[in-house]
């Protein structure tokens, strides 16, 4: 089992296992592609569920909330890729408290075509969803405009769902039914 650290965390300078936007877009258009979704939680003493973390980012001028996602890349595990993205959206002192085990909570799967299912334009992917509670302060990336911690009867509310990527969205909503909210 390999150590995880937040020195050793792959980038695009550090690790062969990046791939060109060329490459990616071959990937992509072959088979699907593995990711990582995280559910990013504040829970009281007793483990019950106080809040929910999303950052609000811009796509175009299209402003939406979402939860933090990405690749896992080549000879990376599950676990170095939660903690690689955890670091990367939600900043080093998000202080997340990692699953002991790589079982996710729920698995997405994500299509190119509109329809009732998941949604990602880009591309076949399968993402592995996780609960993950943070112990620190969480900020958001360069990428995003903004982080905020929301309760569980505003993740539900329906002016909030509105702003909630629609995929996204659904990844939220087994994420309460499995937290009992």
């Not at 695009?12 to 939680?41: G, H, Q, T």
């Not at 993205?85 to 080093?92: E, M, V």
């Not at 969205?169 to 909210?181: E, H, Q, S």
């Amino acid at each position: 089992m390999s150590e995880i650290s937040f020195s050793g965390l792959p980038t695009p300078e550090n690790s062969a296992s990046w791939l060109s936007p060329e490459e990616l877009e071959f990937v992509r258009n072959k088979m699907p592609v593995l990711y990582v979704d995280i559910v990013p939680v504040k829970l009281d003493p007793h483990g019950e569920l106080t809040a929910v973390g999303l950052l609000l980012c811009s796509d175009g001028d299209v402003l939406q909330r979402t939860i933090p996602r990405g690749r896992v890349l080549m000879n990376e595990s599950i676990l170095e890729a939660l903690l690689r993205h955890i670091q990367k959206d939600l900043g080093p002192m998000a202080l997340p408290q990692l699953p002991v085990s790589a079982l996710p909570f729920t698995i997405g799967e994500y299509f190119p075509t509109p329809g009732e299912h998941l949604y990602d334009p880009r591309q076949h992917a399968v993402s592995l969803a996780y609960i993950v509670p943070m112990a620190g302060d969480c900020a958001p990336n360069s990428n995003a405009i903004e982080f905020s911690w929301f309760t569980p009867g505003e993740i539900r509310s329906e002016s909030l769902q509105a702003e909630i990527c629609k995929s996204q969205g659904a990844i939220l909503k087994r994420a309460m039914a499995y937290l009992g909210n």
